[in-house]
């Protein structure tokens, strides 16, 4: 082993990355023609630089919300896994907001709120679906202290922040350090997290890799348009 872990010790003697991929269970010959060909490193099995996860995080940002009534909001949130999970040829059943409508409004006005809620459905679709392309950490995070200032959310929705002026703050017993060093101040009742893995590197935790190399790293093919996350 004297030697082993020395700068290039393996492409010294002819032995270069392959291009396989063995944690997809892909094993490559090293005369292929996707083989990589860079250097490989020698690490101590078990030693702590073999994996370093990438992980990515968002919070919940509540969006559509904003051009629809309060009311119809709770409603289709309470509601929504039913409403959702009865699809006619890929749309909402209309019978089921029908349904909705006359239970939980005035039923005289029932296509009125039918009308209301499927409106509403679907503007909350498709913020789902036109999610942003732009990866990019920093706008991400923008978008989420733009809705804590503003108060995005409310009690029935998975993102909830009330704001008191700092002002408010009875605090003459600290030399007036809130209302004199804070503009408001901002809780954060409930909120949801969404946690993706998107890759991992090896020897070094930043590989300088983008993110949509990280993703091609571990897919197992073209088609594959999904990471793996929690909630």
């Not at 030693?47 to 009311?71: G, M």
């Not at 909001?73 to 040829?89: A, D, H, P, R, T």
């Not at 006005?109 to 409106?119: A, F, I, S, V």
């Amino acid at each position: 082993m004297a030697g082993a872990f020395n700068d290039q010790a393996l492409t010294k003697i002819g032995v270069s990355c392959s291009g396989g991929r063995p944690w997809l269970g892909e094993e490559a010959d090293r005369n292929n023609t996707q083989h990589c060909g860079q250097n490989l490193i020698v690490v101590q099995k078990g030693a702590s630089n073999v994996y370093f996860s990438q992980v990515r995080s968002s919070i919940y940002l509540p969006q559509w919300e904003k051009s629809v009534d309060r009311k119809i909001i709770e409603v289709l949130e309470k509601n929504w896994n039913w409403l959702s999970s009865g699809l006619v040829n890929g749309k909402f059943d209309k019978m089921r907001f029908e349904l909705v409508a006359e239970q939980k409004f005035n039923p005289e006005k029932r296509e009125y709120y039918t009308e209301k809620l499927l409106d509403a459905a679907m503007k909350r679709n498709s913020v789902i679906d036109n999610s942003i392309a732009d990866d990019s950490e920093e706008k991400y995070r923008k978008m989420e202290y733009d809705a804590i200032l503003s108060e995005s959310g409310g009690e029935n929705q998975d993102f909830f922040v009330t704001k008191n002026q700092a002002s408010t703050y009875e605090d003459s017993d600290t030399g007036g350090a809130i209302s004199g060093g804070f503009t408001s101040i901002g809780l954060l009742h409930k909120l949801r997290e969404t946690r993706a893995f998107v890759g991992f590197s090896r020897w070094l935790p930043e590989d300088e890799k983008t993110l949509e190399e990280k993703k091609e790293f571990i897919k197992l093919g073209k088609s594959i348009t999904w990471l793996p996350a929690i909630v």
